[in-house]
């Protein structure tokens, strides 16, 4: 019999250490989903009707989901980046409410996810967003009988640093031989 495959590729990811701007946004909960997503305009001529002929990117979207089970005031300044924090001898406080017109960018910094079943060395499943930042809306549900979490998605915005391919982020280690 043939081998079709390699089964010790075949793995369950477990939880995530996800970090932003350098800091361990802490535990979460249900896991942590990766989208990307791809947009088209199909190219066609009269020839073949409504067939395309070939298929022209024309955008993406690459997003990361996942609910912080944290709720300090560090992450609620993640989830709503628009807002100020303040950190006092007294307590902690996030203010809500910015002006029309505020931008975002300004805001992104580097996402990490890390899977927990591998050495901090081991980057070779790490998914980095180079400019990740929340662009969500931020709903948390108050219940007697249910877990304060805050659901945030968190998408990527272009990084002209980097080429053609790899503007918004990578998978795997970034120095490679």
């Not at 010790?8 to 932003?20: N, R």
């Not at 989903?33 to 020839?47: A, G, L, N």
């Not at 067939?51 to 912080?68: C, Y």
């Not at 307590?91 to 910094?109: E, K, N």
Request: glycine share 10%; no cysteine.
């Amino acid at each position: 019999m043939s081998n079709i495959g390699n089964i010790s590729k075949v793995k369950v990811a477990g939880p995530q250490l996800i970090t932003y701007k350098g800091v361990v946004l802490g535990h979460t909960l249900d896991g942590v989903t990766f989208s990307y997503e791809r947009e088209f305009t199909d190219v066609m001529v009269d020839q073949y009707g409504n067939t395309a002929i070939d298929k022209v990117l024309t955008g993406q979207t690459l997003g990361i989901t996942f609910q912080m089970a944290e709720t300090d005031w560090m992450n609620w300044n993640a989830a709503i980046p628009e807002t100020s924090s303040e950190d006092g001898s007294t307590g902690d406080r996030t203010d809500l409410g910015a002006d029309a017109g505020y931008s975002l960018r300004t805001d992104a910094g580097l996402m990490v996810v890390h899977p927990n079943r591998l050495a901090p060395s081991d980057l070779t499943e790490d998914i980095n967003v180079y400019k990740a930042v929340s662009t969500e809306n931020i709903e948390v549900v108050l219940k007697n009988d249910e877990q304060k979490v805050i659901e945030v998605t968190f998408t990527a915005l272009v990084d002209e640093t980097y080429g053609n391919g790899r503007r918004l982020g990578h998978i795997g280690p970034a120095a490679i031989s």
